[in-house]
């Protein structure tokens, strides 16, 4: 609670953190289409614009070669095969055929029959033998299908070591893109942060507040979420590196403004009761006496006491008596409560 302001101060506040807000959105939005929009200015690059043209050629056209030629020996293999299943069919019923014959003739035991006997025996070897010739084919188009699968090996080989050196080369040039691109949201970001921060600093207490506010939201916005995600990584080493950087910087900062505010804080309490009084805002003032803690030095002191007329730490006043109507009262109060006398001291107004 902001003791001291007014009620209708509190909502226009609130209204224009509104406003800082929503300029701060359509701020981001903006920012998140140009930032994305940056990788356009660079062309895309593709694994073909890498690679060999002739070699890649060659090879290719040595595969598809090979991969027809075994295509071939596969159909012939196919067909051979069915040859072969007709022949030994053949040759089965043929040899059912001879032997049903032999039966009669062994039960007729005619001499005349020896020529026939001779002729089927002769029917018989023929089909053998023409099964045999197309096993000999079969075993032949095995042999050529093995020769090409290992000549396919070597191809392969060096068509698979083209496509890796061009990967090589098309990785490279997407790191370098990616540093470009990043390099260029750097270039965008990191000036509007800087000019956030400098607002922050010189312009915040100014009557277009919340427009600087905005303004800094987006910033940071832009570069710790549009910016830190691209950073490149180098396998985390940037990251830590930059994190690392980062911590000794801010943690400097922040040792360093913690001994300047020591600092100050012990060159305050040296001054008069009364200037530090007037330097002190009064809601700030009546802030931190309602979390029971000086004004002055931030230090905690005891309020319920009656005659703790003073902060024990810095010496600073903290209650008196009115002038006129001796009701005690805070020193950073403008007016008494009790009878609405101004104070002799008047500290800064909130």
């Known amino acids: ?70 295509d071939d020996n596969r159909r012939a293999s196919e067909q051979a095969q069915l040859a072969l299943d007709a022949a030994r069919s053949a040759t089965e019923a043929a040899r059912e055929t001879f032997a049903n014959w032999l039966k009669t003739r062994d039960a007729t035991q005619r001499v005349d029959q020896d020529p026939g006997l001779i002729a089927r025996t002769d029917r018989l070897d023929a089909l053998k033998a023409a099964e045999r010739v197309i096993e000999e084919r079969l075993e032949g188009l095995a042999r050529s299908g093995l020769d090409l699968s290992e000549g396919e090996i070597p191809v392969r080989s060096a068509s698979a070591d083209l496509y890796a050196a061009a990967q090589q080369r098309l990785d490279a040039a997407e790191r370098g893109q990616e540093l470009r691109v990043f390099g260029y949201r750097l270039a965008l970001t990191l000036p509007l942060l800087v000019i956030a921060g400098w607002l922050l600093l010189k312009r915040r207490q100014t009557r277009n507040w919340p427009f600087i506010w905005g303004f800094a939201l987006a910033a940071a916005f832009a570069f710790f979420v549009e910016l830190v995600p691209y950073l490149p990584s180098y396998g985390g080493y940037v990251q830590y590196g930059v994190g690392v950087i980062a911590t000794l910087i801010l943690g400097r900062a922040a040792i360093s403004a913690l001994q300047a505010y020591t600092e100050r804080q012990k060159a305050a309490e040296l001054r008069p009761d009364e200037e530090r009084r007037t330097e ?43 002038p006129a109507c001796e009701h005690r009262k805070s020193t950073f109060e403008r007016f008494c409560y009790a009878c609405g006398q101004t104070s002799a001291v008047q500290p800064t107004p909130a």
């Open 1 to 70: 609670m902001r003791f001291g302001t007014r009620l209708s101060e509190r909502w226009f506040n609130a209204v224009l953190w509104l406003v800082a807000f929503a300029f701060a959105g359509f701020l981001i939005g903006l920012g998140s289409l140009v930032v994305g929009d940056l990788p356009q200015v660079e062309h895309r690059y593709t694994l073909e614009q890498f690679l060999d043209r002739d070699r890649a050629k060659a090879s290719t056209d040595a595969l598809k070669q090979i991969r027809q030629q075994q």
């Open 280 to 322: 002190i805002a009064t809601d700030q003032a009546l802030q931190r006496l309602a979390k029971k803690v000086c004004p002055g030095c931030e230090r905690p002191v005891d309020l319920a006491n009656p005659d703790a007329n003073f902060c024990p730490h810095c010496g600073i006043g903290l209650f008196e008596h009115c």
